[in-house]
């Protein structure tokens, strides 16, 4: 294959999402099908882009995945994620937490001869999105969306977006 020649980015699979939030919680996580994830119902929102700056995927997790999944990282009682849940307000550590993990999904979309994505941006719930971005999140095709069941945490949705 050419130098120039790249295979479109991949959609992750559930597989792939369940097995990196598994390794970097230290826990049992289990995948299920759900909903997309909602900007505008509060979601975090990360953006990875190619090597010029153009966003080419994002991953979004709703405020019950962030709040579950950043305590769960960082060993933080399950009843502090409890709050954040009925709150509908995530914590500081909670989303910093919760960005460094999407920072490691950014290898979820760099595959053998495909352009490599790196994470540019994660947007904090209800953080107004621009307006490239906020089109990816609703864009129907090239998607997976799901929920994660984290183990003595509880669970979220999470959806991954590649523009096509």
């Not at 991949?10 to 597989?15: D, G, L």
């Not at 996580?29 to 997309?36: F, L, P, T």
């Not at 920072?103 to 979309?109: C, D, G, K, T, Y």
């Not at 490599?116 to 947007?123: A, D, G, I, P, Y």
Request: charged content about 20%; overall charge negative; some cysteine.
């Amino acid at each position: 294959m050419s130098m120039d020649a790249h295979k479109p980015t991949p959609v992750p699979t559930a597989f792939e999402v369940r097995e990196l939030f598994e390794g970097m919680l230290g826990r049992a996580v289990e995948w299920g099908d759900a909903k997309r994830v909602d900007p505008l119902d509060g979601a975090a929102c990360a953006t990875y882009v190619d090597d010029f700056g153009n966003v080419k995927a994002i991953a979004l997790a709703d405020i019950p995945l962030i709040a579950r999944a950043g305590s769960a990282i960082a060993l933080m009682p399950q009843n502090g994620a409890e709050a954040a849940v009925s709150s509908g307000l995530v914590t500081p550590p909670q989303f910093d937490n919760m960005a460094e993990i999407l920072n490691v999904a950014a290898s979820l979309f760099n595959k053998k001869d495909t352009v490599h994505l790196k994470l540019q941006e994660t947007f904090a719930p209800r953080e107004t999105l621009p307006a490239d971005v906020n089109e990816l999140a609703l864009q129907q095709g090239g998607r997976i969306d799901g929920a994660l069941a984290i183990q003595g945490y509880g669970d979220g949705r999470i959806s991954f977006v590649v523009a096509f």
